[in-house]
Each structure stands twice: as C-alpha cells, then as structure tokens.
C-alpha cells in the first residue's frame, strides 16, 4: 500500500511538473511579446518598477508552504530567463547579427578584399600635415606591400585648443598621395554634412571613437555606397558597439567594419585597455570584419607590437597603426607614432612570429 501511495503521489508530481511547464512557456511567449512591442516603442528591455511590482503581488499572496522570499528568488530566476529570451529575441534581429546572416561579409576596397580570412594592415599619420609627410609615408607603405592609408584631416580632439586637422584640404592630400601609390584612403569624418563630400576622396569612411554614438553621422554614412569602418567607443559596452554598427546597417549600407580601440578603465599605465576578448565576441556575436587599433588603444610606441600580435593571434582580420616621418614634431599624439624604420621593423616581426604575411613581394626602393 506504500509503494502504491508514493508512485501515486510521484505521478500526480509529474503532472504538475508538466503543468508548471507549460505555464512557464506560456508566460515565455507573453515576455517575448512584451520584448517586440517594447522593441517597437524604444523601450527598455528590463523595468526595475515592473518587476518590483510583480514581486510584491507575489508576497501577498502566498499562502505557503514556502517562505515568500523563496518564491521571490524563484520568480527572480524566471524573470532573468525571460529577460534573455528578449535580449537574444534582439540580438536574432539585428541585421549585423550573426544569427542572421551566418556567413562572414567580406568588405571589398579598391579590389582588396577585408574579412576573407587574410590579416591585413592599415598605417598612416595620426593627422595629415602635409603632401610631403604623407608621400613620405605613402612609400613606406608601399615598399611593405600594404595598401591602406589612413591620415586624419577632420581631428575631433579632446581640448578645442589642439591641432584639428586640415580638413577637406587634408583629404585632398590623402587622395593624390594615394593615387600616386595605388593605395586606398581611410580618415574619419565626424559630421553627417561632410559625408557627401568625403566620398570624392576616401575609399572608406571612418567613424572615430567619440562619434560612436552620434547617430545622424552614423545614419548618414548608412545612406551611401561607400565602406564604414566605426570606432568603438571610449567606454562603449559591446551591445552599444554593435547597436551603432546597425544603425549604418539600417540604412542600407552593409559594408561595416569595426574596429576594437581600447576603452577607458582606471588603469594610467596605457592611453586606453584594449579590449582584446572583444575581437572573438565581435566575430562570434556579427558577420562583419574585426580591425584592432594598436596605436590608440595603448599610446604606447613600445607595446605595439605584442598587441599586434595579440590581436593577430586571436583572430582580428587586420591591425591599424599609425606611422609619421618624425614623430617628435608631429601635431598629434607624437608619443605613439612609430617613425618609418621603427614601422618596417615591426612588419618585419610580425612576419617573423609567423602571424602575418605579405599580400604582396615588398617593392625595391631605387
């Protein structure tokens, strides 16, 4: 009679397992839906308020056996399960997601092709002084078979009393140096009226760090035909980055890049941390190719190359660092540019430690 009464008892448990089951999915699809309608307002995902009211309707009416704060804690465990079936219902829909676009995008510049598994390198000046800087510069690049430039002619700068840049006449600059050494064009453009402009002049738009998060610019440079590579921001989280990344991709333009700077923490010892666990979450988390900074994220000349190799190593489909003739008077960030023979000798490690390898046979200098 015992063991009849206890499979008894077990099979009435089993059926409220069930029953539990089902209720607990049922209340799944009504969050998933309260996601979508949120999603569609502009709404946060998480309501503190809500969920202390949920909270507290359970309080008053428990009637036992167990404790209320052991059915809060339970409820807690519930409520954070559906908290993560919104998130990853987000995360499913944004067009920058890997979920929904499983295979790598491949952004196509000037015939060299980003995010096809060959690591790259990007160098150039931090700031576009002069034709003959850049030229100087131009060559370097070219003798090491690479065909990136970046300079910056628009220089968002922490103090307005700091060199800006050159503005259009800086792109002018980049454009014919680059023309002359078939290379392609990298500088950031920081306002959405000088978009239209800068397409006369760069093969690829760059969105600097502070501008992460200026939505006209990214939703400008989202309208035309042109690549983006976008900055994270100083103390962006990786959702924010992302987020930014698909405001461009709204807009139609799905040829984004994005590229790990470094974030700002307490640490004083480098300019900024590099993120460098962002470089496999990025490639995990989207399809878009994956650039680390070097320069920016430490400010430091002596730590570029073990960053480099790090983010080489760990999977980023390209390095960018920066590079003057004499870095001791350039107008910016002096303190981290590599000079012309400090740049050649750190291609030159970089493939000796068998992490990078040259597109192309370097050209012999007459």
Known sequence: MGNEQLEELRNQLDKVNLQLMEL???RASLVK???RVKSAQGLNRFDPVRERKMLDLIAENNKGPFETSTLQHIFKQIFKAGLELQEDDHSKALLVSRKKHPDNTI???KKEAVGDGKQRLIAGPCSVESYEQVEEVAKALK???IKFLRGGAFKPRTSPYDFQGLGEEGLKILKDVARKYDLAVISEIVSPQHIEMALDYVDVIQIGARNMQNFELLKA???VDKPVLLKRGLAATIEEFVNAAEYIHSKGNGNIMLCERGIRTYEKATRNTLDISAVPILKQETHLP???DVTHSTGRRDLLLPTAKAALAIGADGVMAEVHPDPAVALSDS???MDIPQFKEFVSNLI???LYKREKEPVQQK
């Open 352 to 354: 000796e430690s068998g």
């Open 24 to 26: 607990i999915n049922e």
């Open 290 to 292: 994956v650039w680390v």
């Open 335 to 337: 303190a981290q540019q």
């Open 33 to 35: 839906e309260i996601g």
């Open 143 to 145: 003798a090491e078979g």
């Open 221 to 223: 440079a989202g309208s």
């Open 107 to 109: 952004v196509t510049i």
